[in-house]
């Protein structure tokens, strides 16, 4: 994995790809091997130095958001601002910067459920954006949305990789996904079996789901 990539990580239910995501974020501890991001090798890193690094060097974005229903989109970022603060962490922008980064600079005072699927999906990737971190890893971010409302998240995304230089690390069970992505990785049964490189990574409103 190369900075700033954008990577698509493929397989069916069971492969491994959620795992794989656990293991490079420092959620997950290998019982053998060893985990290199960004030169380091984290698999035997103690508890607190696994929380600086996903403090310092990870973005999550999962299909199920977590969103706190009684703040609005603004508070919900605010919120994360202020936890990576505390934890010693230096963000770029403020709250109104990163909702209008993806798309949101209207809805900024809305409550969760006053937003579509996709908008809440768009808080969660601004909300991951609190803390600035190089590395997003994203779990089926768009298994819980309609085909229009996926393609425009994935065209958040893709645009946060090209304009902001963030590494990006998706995983999917959907194949045509992977038309978007410089590089793919088919997993089967925890091992990567295939790899593909996309010179001309498709638009995302260019893929037919």
Not at 119 to 126: F, G, L, P, T
Not at 171 to 198: F, P, Q, T, W, Y
């Amino acid at each position: 994995m190369e900075r700033s990539e954008f990577i698509v990580v493929l397989g069916p239910s069971g492969s491994g790809k959620t795992t794989l995501l656990n293991l490079i974020g420092g959620i997950d501890s290998p019982t053998e091997g060893k985990i290199i991001v960004d030169g380091v090798d984290i698999s035997g890193f103690e508890e607190e130095k696994l929380t600086r690094f996903r403090r310092e060097k990870i973005g999550f974005i999962f299909q199920f958001l977590n969103l706190i229903p009684t703040l609005t989109a603004r508070e919900n970022v605010e919120f994360a601002l202020e936890l990576a603060t505390r934890d010693g962490a230096k963000p770029g922008r403020d709250a109104r910067e990163l909702l209008a980064m993806v798309g949101l600079k209207e809805r900024l005072d809305h409550f969760p459920y006053q937003l579509s699927g996709g908008e809440q999906q768009r808080v969660a990737i601004a909300r991951a954006l609190a803390k600035n971190p190089p590395l997003m890893l994203c779990d089926e971010p768009t298994g819980e949305l309609d085909f229009r409302t996926g393609k425009t998240i994935l065209k958040v995304m893709r645009e946060l990789n090209r304009n902001e230089g963030k590494t990006f690390i998706l995983v999917s069970h959907n194949a045509v996904i992977g038309k978007i992505a410089g590089r793919v990785l088919h997993l089967h049964d925890g091992k990567i079996v295939k790899e593909e490189r996309n010179e001309v990574p498709l638009d995302p409103e260019e893929i037919e789901w």
